[in-house]
C-alpha cells in the first residue's frame, strides 16, 4: 500500500484493500446543520499490475448479455425481479458476482460498483461538469416543443453555465435559511392536516406530496401555490396541478427505469399523456415566473432593487442574461426534483421512527429539552442544536435508501476499477444503496440507529464512518442541487410532528418485508396509514 495525496487515482486498484478508516471526514456547515462531506485529498489505495480487460468482467452472460432484449431476460417473467424490484436484483448480482460486475441495461452495458476505493476513483475522474445517463424523456420533450433545455438534460459547458448561477444561489450556508419562516409556514399547514384523523392512508400519502410540493413551491416560484390550502377554490386550482405533477414524476420514472421507450421513436400515448401534463405545468409556473418578473421591474423602477437579492426566483430573473424561459428551465426540475423525493424521504422517515419508538422517545425529549413548544416557529439557532433530529434524518436515508441503484457516471476518461480495464464513456452505478448496508462499513447495519451518527465532545463517532459509503444525494460538481433544501424541509417538519404528535404504525409492519417502489425515488407500494396520536 502506498500512500499518495492530490492525485487523480487513475489505474491503481486493489482487489483486496479495505479503505475503511482511511477516507477521513471533512465537517462543513451547511445552513445551521453539520454535515460530513467525504474529504478527497487524503486517500491511501494499493497498486496493482495485472488488470483485466473489460469482456472479462462477471455478470449476467447468454441471452441476458444481449442488448436491448438481455434486459428483458433479467426480469419477470424470466426472473423473480421487476422493475419495482431492481436494487434488490442489483444487491443479488453483487453477491453473485462480486463487488464489481456488468450488466446489459437497455443497448449499453453498466458497470457496477460497491467497493469505496471504486467510488472514489469514479467520481474523482469527473473533472468539472460530470455526466450522468440523462434524463431522455425530459430531453426528448424540450426538444420536440422547443422549449429551453434544462439541468436534467444538459452536459458540459452547457449544463455549468445553468448549474454556475444556481450554485452560488443554492448552497451558501444562508441560502436554505432564508426560506424558513416561509416553510415554517407550509410545515404549520402540514400539521394542522395530519390532526384530521379520519384521513385515508392514501390522503395522508397524497399529504406529504401536497406539503414537499408546497415547500419547494415557495422557493421556485416565492408564493404559496395552495397546495395545503383548506380553501375549496385554491384547492381546486391546485389539485389540477398537482395532477399533472403526479403525472409528469409517474412518466419520468417509467421511462428512467426503461419501463417505456417507444417515446424515443415516436409520439405514443404514454409520450401524449406526458407531454400534455408538462406543457400544463410550464404554462402554469410561466404565470407565475410573470408575477414575479413584473415585481422585480417594479422594484427596479422605483430605485428599491437589491443587487444581492437572497430571493432564488427575483434575483434569477433579475440576471440579464436569463429570459423567463430560461429560468423555467431552471426552476421547472427543481420543482419535480424536490417534491417526490422530500415526500418519500418524509415517509421513509415516519415509519422508521414508527417502528423504533424508543429513538422517537429519544428525538422528542431533545425536542423537549430546547424548550419547543407547540407554536414555536423553529429557528437556525435552534436547528442548529438539534442534533438527534439531524441524526435521524441522515439514518432514515441510510437504512432506507432512496435511490434504488445509486447514481450513475459516465467516464470521462479510461479507468482501472476492481482490477478491470473500464473505458471511457462507460456508465458506472455506484452501487451507494449497498455500502448504506454494508457491515464493513456500518455497525449492525441493519438497525435504525441515529446515535451512530452522533459525536462526542472530541468530534468523534463511536465509529468512524467514511462519507462515501453514504451519498444519498450524489457527490461533486453534479451532486443535489436541492440538498440544503430537501434537509432543512425535513428537520422542520419532523420536528412540528414529534413535538405534536407520537406517531405508529399498525403491529404487522413490525414484522415482515416492506415492498417498496420507485416513482422514481423509493416508496412503499402501498401506503402507510400512520397514526398520528396528538401529545398531551
Ligand atoms: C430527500 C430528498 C432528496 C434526495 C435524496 C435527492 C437526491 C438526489 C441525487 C442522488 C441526485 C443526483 C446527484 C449526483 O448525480 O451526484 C440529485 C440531483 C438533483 N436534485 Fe435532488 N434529492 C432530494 C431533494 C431535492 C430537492 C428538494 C431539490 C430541489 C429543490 C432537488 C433538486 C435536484 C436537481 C435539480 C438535481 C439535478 C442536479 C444536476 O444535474 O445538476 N433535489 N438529487
New binding site residues.
Given amino acids: 500500500m502506498r500512500r499518495i495525496s492530490n492525485r487523480l487515482l487513475i489505474g491503481t486498484t486493489s482487489q483486496s484493500g479495505d479503505p475503511f478508516g482511511v477516507i477521513t471526514q471533512r465537517l462543513t456547515r451547511t445552513g445551521s446543520q453539520v454535515t460530513s462531506y467525504p474529504r478527497t485529498d487524503d486517500v491511501t489505495v494499493s497498486q496493482e499490475n495485472d488488470v483485466k480487460p473489460f469482456d472479462a468482467l462477471p455478470g449476467p452472460k447468454g441471452h441476458r448479455a444481449i442488448p436491448f432484449l438481455g434486459t428483458m431476460f433479467m426480469m419477470k417473467p424470466f426472473t423473480p425481479y421487476t422493475v419495482d424490484t431492481l436494487g434488490q436484483m442489483l444487491n443479488n448480482f453483487h453477491d453473485k458476482y462480486g463487488p464489481i460486475f456488468r450488466a446489459r441495461m437497455g443497448r449499453d452495458w453498466i458497470v457496477y460498483v460497491e467497493r469505496l476505493e471504486d467510488i472514489q476513483k469514479c467520481f474523482r475522474s469527473d473533472g468539472a461538469c460530470?455526466r450522468?445517463p440523462l434524463i431522455m424523456l425530459h430531453k426528448i420533450y424540450q426538444t420536440r416543443t422547443g422549449r429551453p433545455h434544462s439541468?436534467?438534460t444538459l452536459e458540459g459547458e452547457a449544463?455549468r453555465k445553468l448549474?454556475t448561477p444556481?450554485n452560488h444561489r443554492?448552497n451558501r450556508p444562508s441560502s436554505a435559511t432564508y426560506y424558513l419562516p416561509a416553510q415554517n409556514e407550509v410545515a404549520d399547514d402540514f400539521v394542522n392536516i395530519l390532526r384530521d384523523s379520519s384521513l385515508t392512508p392514501e390522503q395522508l400519502r397524497e399529504s406529504f406530496f401536497r406539503f414537499?410540493a408546497e415547500s419547494?413551491g415557495v422557493?421556485?416560484f416565492n408564493r404559496r401555490l395552495g397546495f395545503l390550502s383548506q380553501d375549496l377554490q385554491s384547492r381546486a386550482v391546485s389539485q389540477k396541478l398537482l395532477e399533472c405533477f403526479k403525472t409528469n414524476l409517474r412518466c419520468t420514472g417509467a421511462a428512467m427505469m426503461g419501463k417505456e421507450f417507444k417515446y424515443l421513436f415516436y409520439e405514443d400515448a404514454f409520450y401524449k399523456t406526458f407531454k400534455k401534463a408538462t406543457d400544463h405545468i410550464m404554462s402554469y409556473v410561466t404565470n407565475y415566473l410573470n408575477e414575479a418578473l413584473e415585481e422585480v421591474k417594479r422594484r427596479q423602477r422605483e430605485g428599491t432593487w437589491d443587487e444581492n437579492e437572497p430571493n432564488l426566483v427575483l434575483s434569477l430573473l433579475a440576471e440579464p442574461s436569463l429570459g423567463v424561459p430560461d429560468v423555467l428551465a431552471v426552476l421547472e426540475?427543481?420543482?419535480t426534483?424536490?417534491?417526490d423525493?422530500?415526500a418519500?424521504?418524509l415517509q421513509m422517515l415516519l415509519y422508521n421512527l414508527s417502528l423504533h419508538q424508543d429513538k422517537q422517545e429519544s428525538l422528542y425529549r431533545e425536542l423537549q429539552d430546547h424548550h419547543l413548544h407547540q407554536a414555536e416557529p423553529l429557528t437556525p439557532t435552534l436547528l442548529a442544536q438539534l442534533k438527534y433530529l439531524a441524526a435521524t434524518v441522515k439514518e432514515s436515508?441510510r437504512l432506507s435508501f432512496?435511490?434504488p441503484s445509486?447514481?450513475?457516471?459516465i467516464l470521462p476518461v479510461d479507468l482501472v476499477l476492481g482490477g478491470y480495464q473500464i473505458p471511457k464513456g462507460t456508465t458506472v452505478g455506484i452501487s451507494s444503496q449497498r455500502t448504506a448496508i454494508s457491515d464493513k462499513y456500518f455497525r449492525e447495519p441493519r438497525q435504525f440507529l441515529p446515535e451512530r451518527w452522533l459525536r462526542n465532545e472530541e468530534g468523534q463517532r463511536e465509529r468512524s464512518i467514511s462519507g462515501f459509503a453514504h451519498?444519498?444525494?450524489?457527490?461533486?460538481p453534479?451532486?443535489?442541487?436541492?440538498?440544503r433544501?430537501?434537509?432543512q424541509?425535513?428537520y422542520l417538519v419532523i420536528a412540528k410532528i414529534i413535538r405534536s404528535f407520537q406517531v405508529s404504525l399498525p403491529e404487522e409492519y413490525k414484522s415482515g418485508q416492506l415492498e417498496t417502489e420507485f416513482r422514481p425515488?423509493v416508496t412503499p407500494k402501498r401506503p402507510f396509514p400512520f397514526v398520528f396520536k396528538p401529545r398531551q
Avoid at 451519498?471 to 461533486?476: R, T
Avoid at 453534479?478 to 440538498?483: A, E, L, S
Fill in positions: 460530470p450522468r439541468l436534467t449544463w448549474r444556481l443554492m414537499a419547494v422557493v421556485c426540475p427543481l420543482m426534483a424536490g417534491s423525493s422530500t418519500s424521504g436515508l432512496p435511490l445509486g447514481v450513475a457516471r451519498l444519498p444525494f450524489g457527490f461533486g453534479r451532486n443535489c442541487i436541492g440538498r433544501f430537501a434537509e424541509e425535513m425515488f
